[in-house]
């Protein structure tokens, strides 16, 4: 008997090692993926970064991360710690941590070891692993407790067999009870322990044993029930984890193990055994694995492809977008090598060798690949674009197991740069027909002026047919001037020899002379003609001139057209390749500002030894600088970045500049403008032969879009879930309200009710029935499809005196009762009627009535006024309460968002109302809120036709 109590507790000892041992490897593996066990832990987690004097010896370091267990611990805040050194904070620190952290920096190997820490003052288990440049995570495990219960198990373990009261002591810090069974007189004993364990009083009996079926849940006790039976009849002894029932109802876990008694002649007389408490390992256990649900979940609604591969290529997980991407079932490709399903071939269909794949290098080099100019394969053969990003994955003793690739596919975003290319060859063609219609005008000129020096010549040639027509008039008039001469000589002879021959000579005389004149006046003529040939041919001469001049113009022009090209055919193949790249570059330079324009990412540069800095265009957009000013100073940077992040963007870009340290940081900025963005900046570093930082060179990207999505679906997530339990809860709370409603009709038929009891009964009956409709509305809620039949036509100003009536208790008889008065007054115009539920749109006025109400604690003024104006039906609700803050009215309607605590609100009454008037069509909004003076919300419905 002793023997076997002895074997029990030395089993017990290993069995309770070994579950803590496993419950904190599985809590410290979860704990660096999940942030939610990361907040909620127990254990002290930081992450620290070493400071080295300039001989490199660490001398302190500064705090980069804490969880709340380390802050409740010390007493300081998160932002009391981050970013400050410790001997600043605290003093002092032991030189053996220092060189412990440091030896864990500069060989990447983890630790995990018990210690006694002095600045603690307690024993530790620490487990310590780098994970970046000179910073180390630790996680702190308060083992005092269970140092002092392995020195408790050791020491009852050397006098067990004569010392009851150790054996009880070991089993109070254990929390672990021994009981026994006599076969035959069916008699139990339990251990002190054990009474507590159950939660009854050592000092009293212990329960019958007819009663002990209480103290288990019925599947357990069934269980436990069967074990035993076996137990007594076979002597195979049992070990179960059994649900337990508390004496003060409330339930826990319990491990049992139960062996068989046997005397002296080897036969059974009775059974023996140990139980222990193992409900925060359970605790630990449905948390772990609620975490690895939510894991899950993130992962299947995430929108990249991501999937992990172990050191065989071997799929070990694959989330749904991966899958849908793909076009593969999950369960098709769990545990396939994905390289073969959809990474063996280049887009030219040639077989990829997965030898050479940069998705496994991760496995083997240590290093994270990104490559965006690859492709993946679907399940039907055709392939897309995808850019992507592996990465190892280790475990706790820093060995790679495996890597997690995530993929985004590029298509869209392949088409956009194409259609960019696309667009900018059209303006090359474009600018080509220009130049093409310049020539044509220029062929057209030289046509031109060819047609001018044909008219000039054609000039020339008629100008020289007058000359000669002149010419011909000039020789007849010498004839006859020679004729006449003749003539004369003629008549003197004729006088010495015939009188009478002299009237016929002057007579021919004068009609030579006639002639003579007739010659003269064709001469006169003939001249006249030809001063007119000359005044065109001066004309014609000034208006060759004149195209001359065009001509020598273009000549010119052209000319030093020639020149240029002639200077330029001298190194004419240079002058193609520089113009080349030339267009190149500038092509390539408007395609990435076009392509930064559209991914909002910014490209920078940075020269150390020059301070000199370089900025794309679109770093000027997403720090909402002016680029046609020089470059920001960088004060004028320091004042828009969040001072709560200040620190971490200067002490990351130092660290670059003087180390050459990459980072990729995120970090919040405000415009002057009220814009707040997020940004995510990503530095590398050229170094030279000698290791100097010679240039920085990121990027900026505006993840604002990106990290609102991200909440937007945390919040349908949460939404979703809401719904879903509403619904259910709606379900039961209907079938409540229901019965209500049938005995109230009970009671309405009874004789000798009092008009005033009647007038109450109907306005409950009214009240349940907007609380039916409430309840309708509750069990669609997350449905956006569905068709409200409830929906009909109401007099809004009605509803807003029925909702003023029915809560007269709120804001007025409980007013007065603590002996404060609300003032009420209506200003109802005159407007249409609204289509909607009259229960939902209740439900509305009874939140902004109660909202209100809260709002002035020590009462005053309330006012609801109604009318139409261009927008539509508009309501406001106006009061003279607290008011809000700015902060306040942004979150107003957002879910589980309030201002009153836990009791007294939820925080799902300005969602529900915003969510309902959103269903109806029409807005709500602060229109003004001022702190102590008031508020006022304002409704603005659609009108309706």
Same mark, same amino acid.
């Given at each position: 008997?002793?023997?076997?109590?002895?074997?029990?507790?030395?089993?017990?000892?290993?069995?309770?090692?070994?579950?803590?041992?496993?419950?904190?490897?599985? /809590?410290?593996?979860?704990?660096?993926?999940?942030?939610?066990?990361?907040?909620?832990?127990?254990?002290?987690?930081?992450?620290?970064?070493?400071?080295?004097?300039?001989?490199?010896?660490?001398?302190?370091?500064?705090?980069?991360?804490?969880?709340?267990?380390?802050?409740?611990?010390?007493?300081?805040?998160?932002?009391?710690?981050?970013?400050?050194?410790?001997?600043?904070? /605290?003093?002092?620190?032991?030189?053996?941590?220092?060189?412990?952290?440091?030896?864990?920096?500069?060989?990447?190997?983890?630790?995990?070891?018990?210690?006694?820490?002095?600045? /603690?003052?307690?024993?530790?288990?620490? /487990?310590?692993?780098?994970?970046?440049?000179?910073?180390?995570?630790?996680?702190?495990?308060?083992?005092?407790?269970?140092?002092?219960?392995?020195?408790?198990?050791?020491?009852? $373990?050397?006098?067990?067999?004569?010392? @009851?009261?150790?054996?009880?002591?070991?089993?109070?810090?254990?929390?672990?009870?021994?009981?026994?069974?006599?076969?035959?007189?069916?008699?139990?004993?339990?251990?002190?322990?054990?009474?507590?364990?159950?939660?009854?009083?050592?000092?009293?009996?212990?329960?019958?044993?007819? @009663?002990?079926?209480?103290?288990?849940?019925?599947?357990?006790?069934?269980?436990?029930?069967?074990?035993?039976?076996?137990?007594?009849?076979?002597?195979?002894?049992?070990?179960?984890?059994?649900?337990?029932?508390?004496?003060?109802?409330?339930?826990?876990?319990?491990?049992?193990?139960?062996?068989?008694?046997?005397?002296?002649?080897?036969?059974?007389?009775?059974?023996?055994? $140990?139980?222990?408490?193992?409900?925060?390992?359970?605790?630990?256990?449905?948390?772990?694995?609620?975490?690895?649900?939510?894991?899950?979940?993130?992962?299947?609604?995430?929108?990249?492809?991501?999937?992990?591969?172990?050191?065989?290529?071997?799929?070990?997980?694959?989330?749904?977008?991966?899958?849908?991407?793909?076009?593969?079932?999950?369960?098709?490709?769990?545990?396939?090598?994905?390289?073969?399903?959809?990474?063996?071939?280049?887009?030219?269909?040639?077989?990829?060798?997965?030898?050479?794949?940069?998705?496994?290098?991760?496995?083997?080099?240590?290093?994270?690949?990104?490559?965006?100019?690859?492709?993946?394969?679907?399940?039907?053969?055709?392939?897309?674009?995808?850019?992507?990003?592996?990465?190892?994955?280790?475990?706790?003793?820093?060995?790679?197991?495996?890597?997690?690739?995530?993929?985004?596919?590029?298509?869209?975003?392949?088409?956009?740069?194409?259609?960019?290319?696309?667009?900018?060859?059209?303006?090359?063609?474009?600018?080509?027909?220009?130049?093409?219609?310049?020539?044509?005008?220029?062929?057209?000129?030289?046509?031109?002026?060819?047609?001018?020096?044909?008219?000039?010549?054609?000039?020339?040639?008629?100008?020289?047919?007058?000359? @000669?027509?002149?010419?011909?008039?000039?020789?007849?008039?010498?004839?006859?001037?020679?004729? $006449?001469?003749?003539?004369?000589?003629?008549?003197?002879?004729?006088?010495?020899?015939?009188?009478?021959?002299?009237?016929?000579?002057?007579?021919?005389?004068?009609?030579?002379?006639?002639?003579?004149?007739?010659?003269?006046?064709?001469?006169?003529?003939?001249? +006249?003609?030809?001063?007119?040939?000359?005044?065109?041919?001066?004309?014609?001469?000034?208006?060759?001139?004149?195209?001359?001049?065009?001509?020598?113009?273009?000549?010119?022009?052209?000319?030093?057209?020639? +020149?240029?090209?002639?200077?330029?055919?001298?190194?004419?193949?240079?002058?193609?390749?520089?113009?080349?790249?030339?267009?190149?570059?500038?092509?390539?330079?408007?395609?990435?500002?076009?392509?930064?324009?559209?991914?909002?990412?910014?490209?920078?540069?940075?020269?150390?030894?020059?301070?000199?800095?370089?900025?794309?265009?679109?770093?000027?957009?997403?720090?909402?600088?002016?680029?046609?000013?020089?470059?920001?100073?960088?004060?004028?940077?320091?004042?828009?970045?969040?001072?709560?992040?200040?620190?971490?963007?200067?002490?990351?870009?130092?660290?670059?500049?003087?180390?050459?340290?990459?980072?990729?940081?995120?970090?919040?900025?405000?415009?002057?403008?009220?814009?707040?963005?997020?940004?995510?900046?990503?530095?590398?570093?050229?170094?030279?032969?000698?290791?100097?930082?010679?240039?920085?060179?990121?990027?900026?990207?505006?993840?604002?879009?990106?990290?609102?999505?991200?909440?937007?679906?945390?919040?349908?997530?949460?939404?979703?879930?809401?719904?879903?339990?509403?619904?259910?809860?709606?379900?039961?709370?209907?079938?409540?309200?229901?019965?209500?409603?049938?005995?109230?009709?009970?009671?309405?038929?009874?004789?000798?009710?009092?008009?005033?009891?009647?007038?109450?009964?109907?306005?409950?009956?009214?009240?349940?029935?907007?609380?039916?409709?409430?309840?309708?509305?509750?069990?669609?809620?997350?449905?956006?499809?569905?068709?409200?039949?409830?929906?009909?036509?109401?007099?809004?100003?009605?509803?807003? @005196? +029925?909702?003023?009536?029915?809560?007269?208790?709120?804001?007025?008889?409980?007013?007065?009762?603590?002996?404060?008065?609300?003032?009420?007054?209506?200003?109802?115009?005159?407007?249409?009627?609204?289509?909607?539920?009259?229960?939902?749109?209740?439900?509305?006025?009874?939140?902004?009535?109660?909202?209100?109400?809260?709002?002035?604690?020590?009462?005053?003024?309330?006012?609801?006024?109604?009318?139409?104006?261009?927008?539509?039906?508009?309501?406001?609700?106006?009061?003279?309460?607290?008011?809000?803050?700015?902060?306040?009215?942004?979150?107003?309607?957002?879910?589980?968002?309030?201002?009153?605590?836990?009791?007294?609100?939820?925080?799902?009454?300005?969602?529900?109302?915003?969510?309902?008037?959103?269903?109806?069509?029409?807005?709500?909004?602060?229109?003004?809120?001022?702190?102590?003076?008031?508020?006022?919300?304002?409704?603005?419905?659609?009108?309706?036709?």
């Amino acid at each position: 008997m002793n023997l076997n109590k002895k074997s029990t507790s030395l089993k017990l000892e290993k069995q309770i090692f070994e579950l803590e041992r496993l419950q904190k490897e599985s /809590f410290l593996e979860n704990g660096r993926y999940y942030h939610e066990l990361f907040t909620n832990m127990s254990e002290m987690f930081q992450i620290i970064e070493l400071i080295y004097d300039d001989s490199g010896t660490a001398i302190d370091f500064y705090y980069r991360e804490v969880n709340p267990a380390l802050e409740k611990f010390v007493s300081l805040t998160r932002n009391e710690l981050i970013g400050n050194r410790v001997k600043e904070l /605290f003093g002092t620190i032991e030189d053996y941590w220092l060189k412990t952290y440091d030896k864990i920096v500069k060989t990447g190997k983890s630790i995990k070891l018990e210690n006694y820490i002095e600045g /603690f003052g307690s024993y530790y288990e620490v /487990f310590a692993w780098k994970i970046d440049e000179n910073k180390v995570a630790i996680i702190f495990n308060d083992i005092a407790k269970r140092k002092l219960t392995e020195l408790a198990l050791i020491k009852a $373990a050397e006098r067990a067999e004569n010392n @009851e009261e150790s054996l009880n002591k070991t089993q109070e810090i254990t929390h672990t009870g021994s009981w026994s069974i006599d076969l035959a007189s069916n008699e139990v004993t339990w251990s002190k322990e054990l009474f507590k364990m159950y939660g009854f009083d050592p000092t009293l009996p212990l329960p019958p044993h007819t @009663e002990h079926q209480k103290l288990f849940t019925p599947e357990s006790w069934q269980t436990l029930s069967n074990e035993l039976a076996k137990t007594s009849k076979t002597g195979i002894p049992y070990e179960l984890e059994l649900r337990t029932v508390r004496a003060d109802g409330s339930n826990g876990w319990m491990w049992v193990r139960g062996e068989k008694v046997i005397d002296k002649n080897n036969k059974t007389i009775g059974l023996w055994g $140990a139980a222990q408490d193992i409900s925060e390992r359970k605790d630990n256990e449905n948390k772990i694995y609620n975490l690895n649900k939510l894991n899950e979940t993130i992962l299947n609604y995430a929108q990249e492809g991501i999937y992990g591969i172990d050191l065989n290529g071997n799929t070990t997980f694959v989330n749904s977008a991966a899958a849908k991407m793909i076009g593969w079932e999950l369960n098709k490709v769990a545990h396939k090598n994905l390289h073969e399903v959809l990474h063996y071939g280049n887009a030219s269909g040639t077989q990829y060798d997965k030898n050479n794949c940069p998705i496994y290098a991760a496995c083997k080099n240590d290093l994270v690949y990104h490559a965006n100019d690859v492709v993946f394969w679907r399940k039907d053969g055709s392939c897309f674009p995808v850019e992507y990003v592996s990465f190892p994955i280790k475990n706790e003793e820093g060995k790679i197991t495996g890597a997690v690739v995530c993929f985004n596919d590029i298509s869209e975003r392949k088409k956009v740069v194409s259609d960019l290319a696309y667009q900018h060859q059209e303006k090359e063609k474009r600018a080509d027909e220009l130049v093409m219609a310049n020539k044509e005008l220029v062929y057209q000129n030289i046509e031109k002026e060819k047609q001018i020096d044909e008219l000039i010549i054609a000039n020339k040639e008629l100008a020289n047919q007058n000359i @000669e027509k002149e010419k011909q008039a000039d020789e007849l008039v010498i004839a006859n001037k020679k004729l $006449a001469y003749q003539n004369i000589e003629k008549e003197k002879r004729a006088d010495e020899l015939v009188i009478a021959m002299v009237i016929a000579n002057k007579e021919l005389a004068y009609q030579n002379i006639e002639k003579g004149k007739r010659a003269d006046e064709l001469t006169i003529i003939n001249k +006249e003609l030809a001063y007119q040939n000359i005044e065109k041919e001066k004309r014609a001469d000034e208006l060759t001139i004149i195209n001359k001049e065009l001509a020598y113009q273009n000549i010119e022009k052209e000319k030093r057209a020639d +020149e240029l090209i002639i200077a330029n055919k001298a190194d004419q193949d240079q002058l193609k390749d520089k113009q080349a790249s030339n267009l190149l570059l500038e092509k390539t330079k408007k395609q990435l500002n076009e392509a930064q324009r559209l991914a909002h990412v910014g490209s920078w540069l940075f020269d150390p030894l020059t301070q000199k800095s370089e900025w794309s265009e679109e770093m000027f957009h997403i720090w909402g600088l002016d680029i046609q000013k020089h470059l920001p100073e960088y004060k004028t940077i320091a004042n828009r970045i969040s001072p709560l992040d200040l620190e971490l963007y200067n002490s990351t870009f130092n660290k670059a500049t003087l180390k050459g340290t990459s980072f990729d940081i995120e970090f919040r900025i405000f415009l002057p403008n009220g814009v707040q963005k997020i940004i995510r900046s990503i530095c590398k570093s050229v170094l030279g032969s000698a290791g100097e930082v010679m240039t920085l060179t990121g990027t900026n990207q505006d993840i604002t879009a990106q990290k609102l999505f991200e909440e937007a679906q945390i919040k349908h997530q949460r939404l979703k879930a809401i719904g879903e339990m509403s619904a259910s809860i709606a379900h039961d709370f209907n079938n409540a309200l229901q019965q209500m409603i049938g005995n109230l009709e009970v009671v309405k038929i009874q004789d000798k009710l009092s008009d005033s009891s009647l007038d109450r009964l109907n306005s409950i009956e009214s009240i349940i029935e907007d609380i039916s409709m409430r309840v309708s509305a509750l069990q669609k809620f997350g449905d956006t499809e569905h068709i409200d039949d409830n929906a009909k036509h109401i007099n809004f100003n009605t509803l807003i @005196e +029925e909702s003023l009536k029915e809560s007269r208790p709120l804001w007025k008889d409980g007013m007065e009762k603590e002996g404060l008065k609300i003032v009420v007054t209506t200003d109802f115009g005159e407007i249409s009627k609204i289509s909607c539920n009259s229960g939902e749109l209740k439900s509305v006025l009874y939140n902004l009535i109660k909202n209100s109400v809260e709002a002035m604690p020590k009462g005053g003024n309330f006012k609801i006024k109604t009318g139409t104006k261009p927008e539509g039906i508009f309501a406001t609700f106006t009061d003279t309460g607290i008011g809000m803050d700015k902060e306040t009215q942004l979150k107003i309607f957002q879910p589980f968002f309030s201002t009153k605590g836990f009791k007294l609100g939820r925080g799902l009454g300005m969602s529900g109302v915003y969510s309902i008037i959103k269903k109806i069509g029409g807005e709500i909004f602060v229109k003004s809120s001022e702190l102590n003076k008031g508020t006022t919300i304002e409704i603005v419905f659609p009108i309706q036709d």
